[in-house]
């Protein structure tokens, strides 16, 4: 079996969409099953994805999100967020895709670190009770640079 | 292609899953482990017989299906599967690689 000069993934994510935060988890998962290390920096808006209260109810951007193919009117009515996310759940249910909260749990008990990005905690006023039980820590970004500590790390912004 | 495992030749594809489930026996299966470093014990042979039932129902197997298995969980099957578990758990139990990404 070849294998692969991928050794350590690096994410960096930054936004507060379902979409993005799915993108981030399949693909930080998908590394841990192919032997390759993994770990996620949750900064900005991708905290919501590790704030307790927060990460079920993550959600679709229905506005400004061309891919979608809805009018940018239509798309900013009341409820057209929230139909747009039941239906891509129940679509990711079809196909085995765990929720947020769960497929946080997945991502810590197959060794992939997940970090809390230090500057935007204190901008948003958070408490470490806010946030997952499963946060390996806070980090400031040259932290998690030095986390980057061999060849064949690749480090991706979402 | 064949390949020598054990005794026997085997049929193989170009990452070296076994072909036809019919050639796969405990030696053969012992023969795989040690080529990827790994000792079978009691609890690494429940997950292969647990993966076969899988296979046998055609039910696709996933990480989180582990979670629910009640056999193992996640982090015991990253330890005694090091290096991409499902990956070697299906190398070493005879059957196809799994094609899910999560």
């Given at each position: 079996m070849s294998e692969s000069k991928v050794k350590k993934m690096l994410f960096i994510l930054s936004k507060g969409t379902i979409e993005n935060a799915y993108a981030a988890f399949v693909m930080a998962n998908g590394a841990r099953m192919e032997g390759i290390e993994s770990e996620i920096f949750f900064t900005f808006f991708g905290l919501e994805a590790i704030q307790k209260k927060k990460l079920e109810h993550l959600r679709v951007a229905t506005v400004g999100n061309p891919a979608m193919?809805?009018?940018?009117?239509?798309?900013?009515?009341?409820?057209?967020?929230?139909?747009?996310?039941?239906?891509?759940?129940?679509?990711?249910?079809?196909?085995?895709?765990p929720p947020i909260g769960e497929f946080?749990?997945?991502?810590?008990?197959?060794?992939?670190?997940?970090?809390?990005?230090?500057?935007?905690?204190?901008?948003?006023?958070?408490k470490e009770e806010d946030l997952i039980d499963e946060l390996d820590g806070i980090l400031t970004i040259g932290d998690f640079y030095n986390r980057a500590d061999q060849d064949g790390t690749h480090l991706l912004f979402i | 292609?064949?390949?020598?495992?054990?005794?026997?030749?085997?049929?193989?594809?170009?990452?070296?899953?076994?072909?036809?489930?019919?050639?796969?026996?405990?030696?053969?299966?012992e023969c795989i482990a040690g080529e990827c470093n790994i000792v079978m014990t009691e609890k690494h042979w429940e997950v292969i017989e647990y993966i076969h039932d899988k296979h046998e129902n055609q039910e696709p197997l996933s990480i989180r299906g582990i979670k629910k298995s009640g056999v193992i969980n996640i982090k015991e099957f990253y330890q005694l599967f090091p290096g991409g578990p499902l990956k070697k758990a299906t190398l070493i139990a005879g059957i196809p690689k799994p094609k899910s990404c999560i």
């Open positions: 193919h809805m009018p940018t009117m239509l798309g900013g009515l009341p409820g057209v967020e929230a139909l747009a996310t039941k239906m891509m759940k129940k679509e990711m249910e079809k196909l085995d895709m946080l749990e997945i991502l810590s008990d197959s060794g992939c670190k997940l970090w809390g990005c230090k500057l935007a905690i204190d901008m948003f006023h958070l | 292609m064949k390949k020598v495992i054990g005794q026997k030749e085997i049929d193989v594809n170009e990452e070296g899953y076994l072909v036809d489930f019919k050639q796969w026996d405990r030696e053969v299966c």
